[in-house]
């Protein structure tokens, strides 16, 4: 698998060390080793996992690049698995990571993959967004998200976390509609949409969107709302 993961790296057209990706890939077997009693990811194949998971991740580094000085604080809410928070973290080990999930068996998986790649840079935390901002609100210069929730939701559970001129980068599949359902989100959480950066997975051609949103100002401390209602009732 690793000549697989250097020729997806070299078509997304960025460079990472040879250290990076030794840990990239003994994350990819723990993973694999992982998934085969606790069910993380249903993506079974070696090339698929590859793919869909570390060089979709791969995707969002492409394009954060600009905006990495160093010392930074992020933020992956709804990691799951690690995606793209971990990987993210494996290669920026000058960006201290917070890896959020609500489900413990995916926290639990995150602790081994941190203790195994000796992550200084990363800490792990079971919880839910809206307990989890107490004491936590304006940390994170960045902020990230693959799939958990519509744009609408997840901009309420992230943006308070951010510094005003923090940014969130949002993976979608396809964004126009979520993009036009989130403004009154976007207004009320005092954030803008910048720009949207269109890529593709290097061997499937797959279509992938990330979106790059900037906080403008502090926000209310009444968001996130409590008790699903993010969710249940969006902005």
């Known amino acids: 698998m690793r000549e697989y993961l250097i020729k997806g790296?070299?078509?997304?057209?960025?460079?990472?060390?040879?250290k990076a990706i030794d840990k990239l890939l003994k994350y990819f077997q723990i993973l694999k080793d992982y998934n085969s009693h606790t069910n993380l990811t249903a993506i079974r194949d070696d090339k698929g996992i590859i793919e869909k998971h570390f060089l979709d991740s791969l995707l969002v580094q492409k394009n954060?690049?600009?905006?990495?000085?160093?010392?930074?604080?992020?933020?992956?809410i709804g990691t799951g698995a690690g995606f793209p928070g971990m990987v993210l973290a494996i290669i920026n080990p000058n960006i201290q990571f917070t890896l959020l999930d609500?489900?413990?068996?995916?926290?639990?998986?995150?602790e081994l993959v941190k203790n195994e790649l000796f992550l200084?840079?990363?800490?792990?935390?079971?919880?839910?967004?809206?307990?989890?901002i107490n004491g936590n609100r304006e940390k994170y210069d960045f902020g990230f998200c693959r799939g958990v929730s519509r744009l609408n939701v997840i901009l309420e559970y992230e943006?308070?976390?951010?510094?005003?001129?923090?940014?969130?980068?949002?993976?979608?599949?396809?964004?126009?509609?979520e993009l036009e359902e989130a403004k009154n989100a976007l207004k009320i959480l005092e954030c803008e949409y910048i720009e949207?950066?269109?890529?593709?997975?290097?061997?499937?051609?797959?279509?992938r969107a990330i979106l790059n949103i900037?906080?403008?100002?502090?926000?209310?401390?009444?968001?996130?709302?409590?008790n699903g209602k993010p969710?249940?009732?969006p902005l």
């Open 120 to 132: 200084e840079n990363v800490e792990i935390i079971n919880d839910r967004a809206e307990n989890y």
């Open 9 to 18: 790296i070299e078509k997304i057209g960025i460079d990472i060390s040879e």
């Open 196 to 207: 949207v950066f269109q890529e593709e997975l290097p061997f499937s051609k797959d279509k």
């Open 231 to 233: 969710l249940k009732k």
């Open 214 to 226: 900037l906080k403008k100002a502090k926000n209310d401390e009444n968001y996130p709302r409590k």
């Open 102 to 110: 609500s489900v413990g068996k995916k926290t639990k998986f995150l």
């Open 159 to 177: 943006i308070p976390f951010l510094k005003v001129n923090g940014r969130f980068f949002p993976q979608k599949l396809e964004y126009e509609k």
């Open 64 to 76: 954060i690049l600009k905006y990495i000085e160093g010392n930074e604080k992020a933020i992956d």
